[in-house]
């Protein structure tokens, strides 16, 4: 069998005259992976992206951080309130 112009491992260029990849060192015995092949080893997902799962997934529900910031708001408006009378007393 004579090599791919390409080697379809690794991308290579196999010159015509060898009988492995220079690059990867893919050959008949070891065998010129058909395109297919190539991503066997990957932990692809078989069934398609759905990007608004993912979105959720990742960054949850929109509506928590604005339940979790307002104590804080609270707090600091209350600082910032106990502060100007403070100052109002000491004049």
Do not use: Q
């Not at 060192?25 to 010129?32: M, Q």
Request: charged share 25%; hydrophobic share 40%; proline share 10%.
């Amino acid at each position: 069998m004579t090599p791919p112009d390409i080697c379809p491992v690794c991308g290579a260029e196999v010159p015509p005259s060898v009988r492995a990849c220079p690059e990867c060192g893919a050959d008949d015995t070891t065998g010129w992976n058909e395109d297919h092949a190539v991503y066997d080893g990957l932990d692809l997902p078989d069934d398609e992206f759905d990007y608004d799962e993912y979105l959720n997934k990742e960054f949850g529900d929109a509506g928590k951080p604005a339940i979790k910031r307002w104590p804080w708001l609270c707090i600091i408006g209350l600082t910032l309130v106990l502060i100007a009378l403070i100052i109002v007393n000491l004049k």
